[in-house]
């Protein structure tokens, strides 16, 4: 993985600033995904991941969408357990 990859910055409707450490990306159908823990104010990583598809807004602009579809995400989290279980994270 790229270093400028490990921590992404995303912003929220509203402008607030989140920072998440990528634990590893996945392509699926086609798709793209990240797996980011959220790095807490106190520079602690949360123990929580979550899995974020890459789209593309109106403008043709990527942006990092949660994947909240159950199927999606128990797709997404076989292929992150998979590739855990093996030893191939980043």
Known sequence: ???????????GEEGEEAK??????????????FIVVPIEEDDNES??????RVD???EG??????VEDDDEFAMVS???ETISSEGLLN
Do not use: H, P, S, W
Not at 61 to 66: D, N, P, Q, T
């Open 20 to 33: 998440f450490q990528v634990i590893t990306k996945i392509d699926l159908e086609d798709k793209e995904y």
């Open 47 to 52: 123990d929580e991941a979550i899995a974020f």
């Open 56 to 58: 593309k807004n109106e």
């Open 78 to 80: 076989e292929a992150y």
């Open 61 to 66: 602009e990527e942006v990092f969408i949660v």
């Open 1 to 11: 993985m790229d270093e400028e990859l490990d921590i992404i910055t995303l912003y």
